[in-house]
């Protein structure tokens, strides 16, 4: 009996890790990166605002998007935990004297909790039965913060003017819309990498398979209870740290600038930028700023004609939203730079050997005989004739 033989593998091979591969999302999310840091030298002023909540209405969607495009839970009613986030900052900082960075986190807990205070009813509803739920939310909030009982808090009808963060001292060669645009852009980069390792952990592989069918999850021993609430909280989380940093960027906030409208921006956003994409968010938040302007500078009595229009035109040209385009246009952009190469395990079959060489099988092509042909007899398809015993036997 031989044992087979072991393979050696050097020592150096054998301790080597596998190093990560730059690819050409990476490159592309570097040089994103890379002009979104010289924007705020290039424009000034307004533009710079209005970049500025470009990413605060994109980090809104997606929070929307964690919750309708990774676990398939239907909201139109996340303004409401918009203008609770804002509502937070704009009290803590104006009543209470905090720094404005540190008016985000509770902000942003105060939302988890309201977000998971509405999961849990949830839980036994499905499809457009939660956003009914989540639309009363939108509609109740603007009536609560007019409420006489929380007028102290809120300011009522009036709502609450929030004081510009300053610039700190050690960046004094900068503007104070500039230093809000690059805090933004921190805690927006912080957030969207969150939500990239959530989407890539295990738990957001449950939270998609809950989305894909939630029985077959629950039959795969996933609690699709605890995930759809945590899921709701984690959403209305990310859109209320949102809300926090437009009450900075707006410096006010009033009960009538977070209605329903601002929900169904954000449902709109989230449709034309991709559902189930994050940075298709970015491009929801660009649609959100600046096509209902343009549709305005068009013609401010039809405004809303043409907004419509513009957006169904959107939809007509992306039907998978911004991010689905994308992926179709790099796609065909590769196919014409780059032609489909045949699979390395058939490229040596398809490829005819050249005459004159000797090929893996020829020797034995060479020495097997090559058997005759010859003539078959036809088969005489007719019945055999077979004689019938007699009822005593056959006898000699």
């Known amino acids: 009996m031989t044992t087979p033989q ?8 054998a301790v080597a890790r596998p190093t990560t591969r730059l690819t050409t999302g990476h490159w592309l999310l570097a040089g994103a990166i890379a002009v979104a840091l010289v924007l705020p030298f290039v424009f000034r002023g307004f533009v710079i605002f209005q970049l500025t909540e470009v990413m605060i209405y994109g980090l809104a969607i997606l929070g929307l998007n964690l919750l309708t495009g990774f676990n398939g839970q239907f909201s139109v009613g996340h303004g409401a935990f918009f203008g609770l986030g804002a509502y937070v900052t704009a009290i803590m900082m104006q009543r209470w004297n905090v720094p404005y ?3 985000l986190p509770p902000a942003g807990l105060v939302c988890f909790v309201v977000g998971v205070a509405f ?5 036994r509803l499905r499809g457009l039965y939660i956003a009914l739920v989540t639309f009363a939310a939108a509609v109740a909030l603007p009536q609560l913060l007019k409420f006489n009982f929380f007028e102290g808090w809120t300011g009522g009808v009036q709502g609450i003017v929030v004081n510009q963060p300053g610039v700190p001292a050690f960046l004094p060669v900068i503007s104070a819309d500039q230093w809000l645009y690059f805090f933004t852009l921190a805690v927006v980069l912080l957030m969207f990498w969150g939500a990239s390792n959530l989407a890539k952990s295990r738990s957001g592989r449950a939270i998609m398979a809950i989305r894909d ?5 629950a039959a795969m021993g996933i609690n699709a209870n605890l ?6 909280g984690v959403s209305a989380l990310y859109t209320g740290v949102a809300g926090a940093l437009s009450a900075l960027a707006v ?3 009033a009960p009538d600038s977070f209605g329903l409208f601002v929900s169904i921006y954000f449902l709109v956003g989230l449709i034309l930028g991709g559902i189930g994409s994050l940075w298709g968010c970015l491009f929801g938040g660009l649609f959100v700023l600046y096509v209902p302007n343009l549709a305005q500078d068009i013609s401010r009595g039809l405004s809303g004609v043409f907004f419509g229009l513009i957006m169904l035109l959107v939809i007509f040209v992306m039907p998978s939203g911004a991010a689905g385009f994308a992926r179709l246009a790099g796609a065909w952009v590769r196919r014409r730079v780059a032609p489909p190469m045949p699979p390395p395990g058939r ?8 005459s004159g060489s000797i090929g893996p099988n020829s020797a034995n092509l060479a020495t097997t005989p090559v058997p005759e042909i010859t003539e078959q007899q036809p088969v005489n398809m007719e019945a055999p004739n077979i004689r019938k015993p007699n009822r005593l036997g056959d006898r000699k």
């Open 6 to 13: 072991q393979e050696t593998v050097p020592l150096g091979a």
């Open 101 to 103: 960075y540190w008016t």
């Open 119 to 123: 999961g849990v009813p949830a839980l």
């Open 213 to 217: 069918h939630d029985i077959a999850a």
């Open 227 to 232: 995930y759809k609430t945590l899921t709701f």
């Open 251 to 253: 410096q006010f906030v």
């Open 347 to 354: 490229a040596n079959l398809a490829a005819p050997e050249p």
